[in-house]
């Protein structure tokens, strides 16, 4: 059955003349585990013919003049192996640009998946309010109406996922664990919204800093403890249009938690809070405040 053939780099190829008696040719399909394998002779085309390899058998060696090419036809893909997911579109964002403004058609939503980003509104006379700043796992852009409700800036370099309106509303319906997280991003901003009313509305300026510095130590762990670290790695003025003061009295504040021993500035935009109950009581208007005023 293999008289006639040859091994070629690993494979069996058939050699057959043609039926013309012309210049011999070979024009085969060749099987191995890698794939499926087409062989063809730079000569007259001859009719085809299969080789299989069976175990100790070694056909004749060939002559060299003979000479072919294959193109191995890949197998498709199985269906167990991973896909990319749909819509997942990766974006990359420098130092304090602009992701999307205010009125803005609302067509995406994003996603942080690095870096630090600012949310704010704009009044006509170009002063802003800072709403807040989102970390990786936040959600940015949904809106309720066509149009964006606030900016977004970069605060360090930023990278997001982006996913259309019409793709979220889909995995929406068919994901309850989505929908879940969503409701606690809800409720979960809800309450900083009231926190951040009773901020603006009532508190000094050492007990807003102590809040928020005790804010932004909860989301690197729920329960902060003494000496705790925290990076902060937006401005002074953007800590300023936060919490509603400027940029002088919040530096005031900073040094007023200094030298009372409550956190230490640290290099690389890093602060280390010293003693949180104090800072804790220091916010809720506690026995701390007359002392740091």
């Known amino acids: 059955m293999h008289k006639g053939f040859y091994r070629h780099k690993g494979f069996y190829v058939g050699r057959r003349p043609n039926s013309s008696g012309g210049p011999t040719g070979a024009n085969v399909l060749l099987r191995n585990d890698d794939g499926l394998v087409q062989a063809r002779h730079n000569g007259s085309p001859p009719d085809d013919a299969i080789a299989r390899h069976r175990p100790g058998h070694r056909p004749p060696p060939q002559p060299r003049h003979f000479r072919c090419r294959a193109r191995v036809l890949r197998r498709p893909r199985r269906s167990g ?127 807003r800093l102590a809040s928020f510095l005790l804010r932004q130590a909860r989301r690197v762990t729920p329960e902060p403890q003494d000496h705790c670290r925290i990076p902060l790695p937006m401005t002074r003025t953007d800590i300023a249009d936060f919490l509603g003061l400027t940029m002088e009295t919040v530096s005031r504040a900073f040094t007023k938690l200094k030298t009372t021993r409550l956190i230490r500035l640290l290099p690389d935009q890093m602060v280390e809070l010293v003693d949180v109950e104090a800072l804790i009581d220091l916010s809720e208007g506690g026995g701390r405040s007359g002392l740091v005023q």
């Open 81 to 207: 192996q991973p896909v990319r997911p749909l819509g997942d579109e990766a974006s990359a964002y420098s130092r304090d640009q602009v992701i999307f403004s205010e009125g803005d058609p609302a067509s995406s939503v994003r996603i942080v998946t690095s870096g630090m980003v600012r949310i704010l509104r704009m009044m006509a006379d170009g002063r802003r309010q800072i709403v807040g700043f989102l970390q990786p796992g936040d959600m940015l852009g949904l809106a309720l109406g066509g149009t964006y409700l606030y900016s977004a800036e970069a605060v360090t370099p930023v990278t997001l996922r982006r996913l259309s309106r019409t793709q979220f509303d889909t995995l929406l319906e068919r994901d309850p664990e989505l929908r879940l997280r969503l409701l606690a991003a809800t409720a979960t901003e809800l309450q900083v919204a009231q926190e951040q009313m009773l901020l603006l509305g009532r508190k000094t300026a050492p007990e």
